[in-house]
């Protein structure tokens, strides 16, 4: 397991964390965490009914959490956070993995989970944006 020293670097580590237990209470298996290659990494790897989910995780720390039910009020969401080149990278860190692995025609998709945390009330809102095509 990474360590994890910068202030950005500890709020990602928390929302991992949450992502993970978000993911085990709606059924998934954590198969493994922060897959590494010096291309990129994966920071979630999950299965749930025979299919394989890589997970991209982006955190942030807000005051107040949103409730989903209008567009996200903050003017930082952290899924601009994902460029183009950015998807690149993970793209060619899931077929590594996928090769390395010997998976052959499992299915699988690529996911982002948003998670919103409010630190000083330890709490946290969760948002899934499935299925993103690399």
Not at 27 to 43: A, H, L, S, V
Not at 58 to 66: A, E, I
Request: with cysteine; charged share 30%.
């Amino acid at each position: 397991m990474k360590k994890f020293t910068s202030k950005s670097q500890k709020i990602g580590e928390l929302g991992e964390e949450v992502a993970c237990t978000f993911l085990m209470k709606h059924g998934f298996t954590i198969q493994e965490r922060n897959y590494t290659k010096k291309w990129g990494e994966i920071d979630i790897i999950a299965e749930k009914e025979g299919k394989l989910y890589f997970i991209e995780v982006k955190s942030v720390s807000c005051g107040t959490l949103p409730d989903f039910k209008d567009d996200n009020p903050f003017t930082k969401r952290p899924e601009e956070n994902m460029h183009p080149w950015k998807l690149k990278r993970l793209s060619r860190t899931i077929q590594t993995y996928l090769i390395h692995k010997r998976i052959g025609n499992t299915p699988w998709q690529f996911d982002l989970l948003l998670v919103y945390l409010d630190i000083e009330n330890r709490k946290a809102r969760v948002r899934t944006i499935e299925n993103i095509i690399l």
